[in-house]
């Protein structure tokens, strides 16, 4: 038990399904079965009228479907009434012809010699029928009525003796007795493998001898009422265990669970742990292949109620590994343990999987932030355009400020989208972009510029200024060399 805990973790619960008292099914009240566990076909045909004298045309496969002590009575019945009727028929002959008051007479010459009653007549029939042939009693060539007779006695007697010992040895080679060696498990269960619920059971050959081209089919009995209102007792559904795929062909040497995948096409689609607990179905199981000792086709059937299909369950593995072959345990080939498995559907889960999922979206100040960011880049454009306007003596004056926010502004938005268009920005800010005035484009630049961060505006305006020295000049400023047109056009640059 520690090395299948160790192998299977500690959450699995062994559980003995043969009857045993670690797991009780849920009680529900029994009801009819359309096949036993044993296979029986729990139908049984009545008011069939002038349909009986189907059964006497097919006289032979009747005498074979008979139980056997019926066989047995028809047997020794057909004997015993067929061996009187010949006997009485030489008795009677006998007695037409005088033989039995003149038996004892060595001048006289009967038609059977030392035939003198009924029961010498009898051991006549059995000695000739059974060509044992004692001497004693013999015909004799005076009674060529007794000629015909023993002609007629040989070939019923042959007739007889195909017919009964046939039926006999057809009956005796039946394989049903070789299905008594192939086991189902009592249970079958529903659990996850590889990823799909499924529904499971397992079969095993408990003889040497391997079933030929064994095949195994699964039929679901179940009660329904199609749309149109008519009502289908015991209908009966094929169920997919590998017919596509070659699965149902079983290598029958050790047992083998048979798989059914429950998908779409399958009619437990819909099937749920709770719908099943208030679910009526029985499912058939019928393994056929042909007997390797014998050559003769053998089937075997049971069947699984909705009772006896567990939820979540697992069959507890049978085959270990020994020196030089493989042992397979049978005491555990009906025990299970508990699995985690979804008590839910595949149609449920499909239509839980089908629904949209919600697609993040963006806070409301990243795409500001983007956006102004973006913005602002594309106003690099516009500064250096403008700048190129001025005299050169007031491009190199205003250099370093342009120099300064060209670089803060490239550093901001180094990490964002490099084109956007104006129709991402908002109606207010088109609007302005759209009025070519120079005063309210400084505006708006100024306005985009303060809107950076203030962390890489100080690092990149350190960094300039180690770069670019700017020397102090005691004197006045050199705008107020300027004529007046140009230092008015500097001023409104710079406010």
Known sequence: ?????????????????????????????????????????????????????????????????LKWRWNLLIFILTYTIAWLV?????????????????GHDATYTPCVANVYNFPSAFLFFIETEA????????????????????????????????????????????????????????DAVISQRD????????????????MVSAQIRCKLIKSRQTPEGEFLPLDQCELDVGFGTGADQLFLVSPLTICHEINPKS????????????????????LEGIVETTGMTCQARTSYTEDEVLWGHRFLPVMSLEE???????????????????????????????????????????????????FSVDCIDTIEERAGRLPSKLQRMSSGKDELQRRVLRMSSHNSEKACSTGDLPLKLQR?????????????????????????MTQST????????????????????????????NSDRLT
């Open 131 to 186: 060509t044992i042939g004692y001497g004693y009693r013999y015909i004799t060539e005076k009674c060529p009525e007794g000629i015909i007779l023993f002609l007629f006695q040989s070939l019923l007697g042959s007739i007889v003796d195909a017919f009964l010992i046939g039926c006999m040895f057809i009956k005796m080679s039946q394989p049903k007795k070789r299905a008594e060696t192939l086991m189902f498990s009592q």
């Open 195 to 210: 990823g799909k619920l499924c529904l499971m059971f397992r079969v095993g050959n408990l003889r040497n001898s391997h």
């Open 86 to 102: 010949m006997a009485s028929m030489w008795w009677i002959i006998a007695y037409i012809r005088g033989d039995l008051n003149q």
């Open 462 to 489: 350190g960094d300039l200024q180690q770069k670019i020295p700017i020397a102090p000049s005691p004197g006045p400023r050199p705008e107020n060399n300027l004529p007046a047109k140009l230092r008015k056009m």
């Open 324 to 374: 030089g072959f493989f042992r397979v345990d049978y005491s555990q080939f009906h025990a299970t343990f508990e699995v985690p498995t979804p008590p839910y559907s595949v149609k449920e889960y499909e239509e839980k999987m089908s629904l949209p999922s919600p697609v993040p979206t963006p806070p409301l100040g990243d795409i500001r932030g983007r956006r102004e960011r973006v």
């Open 432 to 456: 302005i972009s759209s009025v070519p005035n120079h005063g309210e484009g400084e505006e708006r630049l100024q306005l985009k510029a303060l809107k950076v961060s203030a962390e890489p």
């Open 1 to 65: 038990m520690s090395a299948l805990r160790r192998k299977f973790g500690e959450d699995y619960q062994v559980v003995n399904t043969s009857r045993g008292t670690t797991y009780t099914a849920p009680a529900k009240k029994k009801r009819q079965r359309f096949v036993e566990k044993n296979g029986r076909c729990n139908v049984q045909h009545g008011n069939l009228g002038g349909e009986t004298s189907r059964y006497l045309s097919d006289l032979f496969t009747t005498l074979v479907d």
């Open 267 to 286: 009619p437990f689609f819909d099937l749920s742990q709770r719908s099943l607990m208030s679910e009526q179905f029985e499912i058939v199981v019928i």
